[in-house]
């Protein structure tokens, strides 16, 4: 989730932040407390404008540290994440396995595998595992390529495999996360496998 400064659409993602950057930090503290209000009791795609709108004011933010100054008080339901104290909003990717569950505020980890409760990580293990060899198609090399002789196939059908798997994230996984978070993210899309929020119908 890292910004390139070369990227086009990180560019635009800039473009969009600015308004916030007017925000002054108290304005911008209360705007956070009010959406956390209106994002809590859902699973949110990634992709979702409001997700998207909170995370560019997350992200400013952080870097003015606006949490650590308690200028607005979060809805009770958010803990303080360990990452960087915001409040808890975390995001499951394919990643999971690795990164655990990834700050919206920060974009570090906000939530190590190992203390994702147990009563979610069996079945979002074996999601990770069944999407890993599926991503994998997309960065094979040449070698594995050609012994597949259609590798054109091969891709589509890993790329059908990913949406399939992504809507499993969606309508499946990310909701039982409400159980122990006020609200989750699940990653929409896999860039590797051109699978798009809109190729993902819950
Ligand atoms: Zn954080």
Not at 76 to 81: D, I, M, R, W
């Amino acid at each position: 989730m890292a910004i390139d400064p070369e990227s086009p659409l990180d560019k635009l993602w800039q473009e969009y932040g600015r308004v916030f950057h007017d925000f002054d930090d108290l304005t911008l503290a209360r705007w956070l407390a009010q959406t956390l209000g209106q994002l809590k009791g859902r699973a949110w795609r990634l992709s979702h404008p409001l997700l998207g709108a909170y995370r560019l004011a997350a992200q400013i933010a952080h870097d003015r540290q606006i949490w650590l100054q308690r200028l607005a008080t979060p809805p009770p339901a958010y803990t303080e994440a360990a990452c960087c104290r915001a409040p808890l909003l975390p995001l499951l990717t394919r990643d999971v396995l690795e990164s655990g569950l990834v700050c919206q505020h920060c974009s570090a980890t906000a939530v190590p595998l190992e203390e994702i409760p147990a009563e979610l990580q069996s079945s979002l293990k074996s999601w990770a595992e069944e999407y890993a060899p599926v991503h994998a198609v997309a960065h094979w090399e040449d070698r594995q390529r050609k012994s597949v002789g259609d590798y054109d196939r091969a891709y589509e059908n890993a790329a059908r495999e990913t949406e399939r798997l992504l809507a499993q994230a969606g309508a499946q996984i990310a909701p039982k996360f409400l159980d122990f978070y006020p609200a989750i993210v699940w990653e929409d899309q896999d860039e590797c496998m051109e699978v798009r929020p809109e190729d993902i119908p819950l």
